[in-house]
């Protein structure tokens, strides 16, 4: 595939979130969910995670002027059981109904050593490590996931059922940044390819089908044809039980169900989120911190070995302008 030079402008972090905030709020969100959700595009650009950050405001923006989703929504946090947590997003974004209810999920973990929050009635479309990162840094493990409409087919199928379904973990280390990690459960995040396709890119043979049911390196034919899971069968079985725990857990939209309510107006669907917090100082007991340090310390110590998240973090010491796509920021302007 040929690719043309991609044009890019200079933008400060700051900027970024001025952007994003005056977009949105021009769209309908009011102060609380647009500083939300411009905090998550912000943090996402400032961790070179393209495909989770300003390239995801257009669709934030269509999915406000089709009514779907209310720009205002203000989460109802309950706990009728102390371990389990239920946040209703009230038909919003789930930036603000997570910016809510992870304090209350982590002081439950702290407390009762394991809790759960199931997140409904949300628009989930940023990256997951905010959520399980949040809780590493207040000493417990995290693991979120959450579903989307179908775009992956199944291992052995050639129609999609499943979406991206990624999951997030991560582990605290105090004293030093916690290990997370976030992936599609897909080869790739469709953002990705989207973006690889917008941009003239080829993506890894395995990454998807074309319309014609072959595999293909083309992102465009890929987006016109369906996503495989990572690691065939092994990749589709995580799939299926990220479908089961945000959506069987919580009650709300399976992937097939979301294409079934959702509309086309380039958005997220509606669905739940699943994130569970366990408290390694309740659950393994004193010394835990020092055992772990002694594992991670053998695994660094391999060549070529790096940490999950630890690029993101690399990322972070640099507060200087990023490059962004010039067509994007003109389209973004636009709105």
């Not at 257009?58 to 109802?76: E, F, M, Q, T």
């Not at 407390?111 to 759960?116: C, E, L, Q, Y």
């Not at 979406?163 to 997030?168: Q, R």
């Not at 010394?287 to 594992?295: K, P, R, V």
Request: net charge negative.
């Amino acid at each position: 595939m040929t690719t043309a030079p991609l044009q890019t402008e200079l933008m400060s972090l700051d900027d970024i979130y001025a952007l994003a905030e005056k977009v949105l709020t021009s769209a309908g969100c009011d102060a609380d969910n647009a500083a939300a959700i411009a905090s998550t595009v912000a943090r996402a650009e400032r961790d070179g995670s393209a495909s989770h950050g300003l390239f995801r405001i257009p669709g934030y923006v269509g999915s406000l002027r089709s009514g779907k989703v209310s720009g205002g929504a203000s989460p109802v946090i309950s706990s009728e059981m102390s371990c389990i947590i239920e946040v209703d997003a009230k038909m919003g974004y789930a930036p603000l109904a997570l910016e809510r209810g992870l304090p209350a999920l982590a002081k439950a973990a702290s407390t009762h050593g394991v809790a759960v929050m199931k997140v409904i009635n949300s628009f989930h479309f940023a990256a997951l490590w905010p959520e399980t990162e949040y809780l590493a840094e207040q000493g417990l493990v995290g693991l979120a996931c959450t579903a989307y409409k179908p775009a992956v087919a199944p291992a052995g199928a050639t129609e999609p059922f499943f979406g991206t379904n990624p999951i997030s973990f991560a582990w605290p280390r105090p004293g030093h940044a916690p290990v997370v990690y976030d992936m599609a459960t897909a080869t790739l995040a469709k953002g990705d390819v989207q973006i690889a396709a917008r941009d003239g890119h080829d993506v890894p043979l395995g990454t998807g089908l074309g319309p014609d049911g072959q595999p293909t390196t083309d992102p465009a034919e890929i987006l016109k044809g369906v996503m495989l899971p990572f690691g065939g069968y092994k990749g589709s079985a995580i799939a299926l039980m990220v479908e089961l725990l945000c959506s069987g857990l919580t009650g709300d939209h399976f992937s097939y169900e979301a294409e079934i309510h959702d509309v086309a107006d380039g958005g997220p669907a509606k669905g739940g989120e699943f994130i569970l917090a366990m408290s390694p100082k309740l659950i393994a007991g004193e010394g835990w911190e020092a055992h772990c340090e002694a594992f991670f310390d053998k695994l660094g110590a391999l060549e070529g070995v790096r940490l999950p998240g630890a690029r993101r973090h690399n990322n972070r010491t640099d507060d200087g302008p990023r490059a962004l796509n010039s067509s994007l920021l003109e389209k973004i302007r636009a709105l």
